[in-house]
């Protein structure tokens, strides 16, 4: 059974950067497919951002879309998630989520981290 550690949360100011990371374990990590997903309080978690196998091909959320960025290293079991200009409406608690089929991540994946809270001030 595949193992998700995610780490990197935090406070940071409006407009600020953070880099989240998730730790995989248990299995073969290049067979696998990884997203983010995030949860803010009293909402339903949402897809963030995914990243194939071999990272040809990634996907994100409009709300996202080009101030994050999803990245692995296969080498070192690991997805990134760089978020800049961070907005106080990114509060949420992270997720990491791995599936082998790169269409399946974003929806319903079959492995889930634990989360790490990132909360952003105005």
């Known amino acids: 059974q595949a193992r998700l550690v995610e780490s990197g949360g935090g406070l940071v100011q409006a407009g600020g950067s953070l880099r989240l990371s998730c730790a995989a374990s248990g299995r073969t990590f290049s067979n696998y497919a990884m997203g983010w997903f995030r949860q803010a309080p009293g909402k339903e978690r949402e897809f963030v951002a995914t990243i194939s196998r071999s990272a040809i091909s990634t996907y994100y959320a409009d709300s996202v879309k080009g101030r994050f960025t999803i990245s692995r290293v296969n080498a070192k079991n690991t997805v990134y998630l760089q978020m800049n200009s961070l907005k106080p409406e990114d509060t949420a608690v992270y997720y990491c989520?791995?599936?082998?089929?790169?269409?399946?991540?974003?929806?319903?994946?079959?492995?889930w981290g634990q989360g790490t809270q990132v909360t952003v001030s105005s």
């Open positions: 989520a791995a599936d082998p089929v790169f269409s399946t991540v974003a929806a319903t994946p079959g492995y």
